[in-house]
């Protein structure tokens, strides 16, 4: 599986960017999709991520929830991550990932390349 994300950039605080990341290859082996983030000098974090085991299920970071939503266009195999109210401490590099559910986890197999998002003023 191939993951291409987009749609970083600069903004100021207040501001929304949409992220986007397009799966491609042997998509029949993954149920789910997400975000995690990486800042200077911090470890990876989860941001959101969705999956469809049978029913679709969402999960966020406590520091986006109410912020973020994240979706996915199963017909253009497209996750997508709408962040409002960005605010610096967003800033990030922010990276897409795909992988299956098992039992109650999800197990992260690819990664795509990060995307930088900004937020200054």
């Known amino acids: 599986v191939q993951l291409q994300a987009s749609g970083g950039g600069l903004v100021q605080p207040g501001g929304s960017l949409r992220l986007s990341c397009a799966a491609s290859g042997s998509i029949g082996s993954i149920n789910g999709m997400g975000w995690y983030r990486q800042a200077p000098g911090k470890e990876r974090e989860l941001v959101a991520v969705i999956t469809s085991a049978g029913s679709t299920n969402v999960a966020y970071a406590d520091s986006v929830r109410g912020r973020f939503t994240i979706s996915r266009d199963n017909t253009k195999n497209t996750v997508y991550l709408q962040m409002n109210s960005l605010k610096p401490e967003d800033t990030a590099v922010y990276y897409c990932?795909?992988?299956?559910?098992?039992?109650?986890?999800?197990?992260?197999?690819?990664w795509g390349q990060g995307t930088q998002v900004t937020v200054s003023s």
């Open positions: 990932n795909a992988g299956a559910t098992s039992g109650a986890s999800y197990v992260i197999t690819y």
